[in-house]
């Protein structure tokens, strides 16, 4: 049997680093995304996918389980726009949980007749749906609360069939998001400034979130459902 994992966001810099991990521990992945990779290794196929489109949604599912089982689900994908408290803005806010939020549950759901009982889903939120500090960045922030929410939802309504579903939480990572995630770094100080606030006194790397991400794609995880896992060197604890 060939088991099929896919994965949103498949491009970025942490889902890149799950589809490699994934590779590695002999799954055939689905890197779903808007701009395809440079290099396609064996095993690793690409599909062009829009979270806010049912349809693009969809295709990446065919292809999914035309190549085998489609065993996991990996939501990978988001985007990170400044939103000021004071300064709503209602084009930005939206497009920030049409993608974020809302593509999470347009793809889970999509996926639910898909995936393979036993199978596994995880979703990515940010140690930041749990501060208050996170300056400019409103709409991220409640978005990654309801995936959160989510969660928890999909777990419990997916039990019968022991498809686990649970959720990992970056804290900041050693690469900014792409595009207004660095400007937002540089605002905070840079790297320097952030990982004052890590208790290992360095930042986490997409490689270590991915690492996660995998063990709960995998059969090593089988009792785990429903939870929030942080990745973050301490963050939290701090």
């Not at 590695?24 to 440079?38: F, K, M, N, S, Y």
């Not at 085998?68 to 949980?97: K, M, P």
């Not at 749906?129 to 409103?138: F, I, L, P, V, Y």
């Not at 785990?224 to 060197?233: E, F, R, T, W, Y």
Request: with cysteine; aromatic share 4%.
């Amino acid at each position: 049997m060939t088991k099929v994992a896919i994965v949103t966001g498949g491009t970025g810099s942490i889902g890149g680093a799950v589809c490699t991990c994934l590779l590695a521990q002999g799954w055939t992945v689905v890197a779903a995304d808007l701009a395809e990779p440079a290099d396609l290794p064996k095993n690793l196929h690409f599909a062009k996918l829009d979270v806010t489109s049912i349809a693009s949604i969809n295709a990446v599912l065919d292809l999914a389980a035309s190549l085998g089982t489609v065993q996991a689900l990996v939501n990978a994908h988001g985007i990170l726009l400044e939103t000021t408290v004071g300064s709503y803005d209602e084009e930005r806010f939206q497009s920030v949980l049409d993608i974020n939020l809302k593509g999470v549950a347009r793809m889970c759901d999509a996926a639910v007749s898909r995936i393979a009982d036993h199978g596994a889903i995880v979703m990515l939120s940010s140690v930041t749906a749990m501060m208050g500090r996170a300056k400019g960045s409103s709409a991220y922030v409640a978005s990654k609360a309801g995936v959160e929410a989510l969660t928890r939802n999909f777990a419990v309504a997916l039990a019968p069939r022991e498809v686990r579903v649970n959720c990992v939480a970056p804290g900041f990572v050693s690469q900014p998001m792409a595009g207004e995630g660095s400007m937002l770094r540089a605002r905070q100080g840079g790297n320097q400034a952030v990982q004052g606030f890590t208790p290992f006194g360095r930042l986490v790397t997409p490689q270590e979130v991915a690492e996660v991400i995998c063990f709960l794609c995998s059969e090593r995880a089988s009792g785990v459902s429903g939870v929030v896992i942080p990745v973050d060197g301490g963050q939290l604890a701090f």
